[in-house]
């Protein structure tokens, strides 16, 4: 099926939709960021992980601080991973930093802290999929591959009109098949790296989700999704998201000195190995530990709900604050211990961004 599809391709678009695309990057394209202007895969790769379903103005506050700390691989590989953690507080999906700080140690043991040049190579690194191994070998070295994030989707099927359900594998397996085919053989260096950028450009600036910019697009006169009066149509996917409310009950321990009890969450799932308050999944369940450690049930105070947004669920957080009734001993944690955190102590480690800001009201409003 990729190849029929691919042999279907209309030669005006075939042919013609690369030049365009770098045509108009060059002259209307995003030029300003941190991470362009720059073959260095170490930066390209960093910016590729933190733009993964984070928007670029968010990105732009972290990366230059994340660079600060550690310049090269070499440095990123030799940190603690807490310490990585702590720097991606706040740019959400964790398991991103987790799989970074991963695979800056594979690329110091296994290539020799230089990253490899194929994208069929760099897919072997941690957290490096198909589409951000093609963006790094296309950006830094040249090599003539098309990526396929998100954006890139709907760009191309609106460009094809290519109906075909992006729930179903075989079909995003064609629309792969089909963003190859739009690569020359053998493009110039700086012509793939600037079709790259266009077609990440393309999909943030104009080809929109719900309000595309035709008469501004570089692919107006090919786009078979315009020809039909139907770009929004594309792409198609039927398989819906499914979100979920869940509730939280997080029991924050308070020492006599004003000290909060944290803890690491467990290796996988929502905030792996960042440090939270122990949660629960009701408040029979939290009283339950309040008074198996020693404590009060129903003596501690209930603040107000943190609603949180996740992909796929909303988090209301509900903290309750129960003082800690003993001075010789700490709250049971699971492996990994945990820390006192008292009222001027540095939150220099790794905290989810919610609890993070709540610590810090509660420090505002403190007597």
Partial sequence: MPAEAVRALPAAVRHGFFPALVRWQAEHGRHGLPWQGTRDPYRVWLSEIMLQQ???????AYYPRFLARFPDVQTLAAAPLDEVLTLWSGLGYYSRARHLHRCAQQVVADWGGIFPERAADLE??????RSTGAAIASF???????ILDGNVKRV???????DGDLAVGTQEKVLWALAQALVPATPEPADMARYTQGLMDLGATVCTRSKPQCLLCPAQPLCAALAQGRPTAFPVKTRKLLRRTEAWWLLVWQRADGALWLQPRPARGIWAGLFAFPVFHSVADLDAAVAQAGGQPGAGVTHEVLRHSL????????PVQVPWPHT???PPAAAGGGRWVGPDD???FGLPAPLRSWLLAQRRVAP
Wanted: charged share 15%; net charge negative; hydrophobic share 40%.
């Fill in 140 to 146: 830094c070295f040249g090599e003539p591959v098309s």
């Fill in 328 to 330: 010789d001993r700490t």
């Fill in 311 to 318: 992909t796929h669920r909303e988090l209301l957080l509900q």
């Fill in 54 to 60: 984070t928007q670029v103005s968010t990105v732009l």
């Fill in 346 to 348: 540095d939150l220099a």
């Fill in 156 to 162: 191309l099927t609106r460009l094809l009109a290519f």
């Fill in 124 to 129: 072997t690194l941690s957290g490096v999929g």
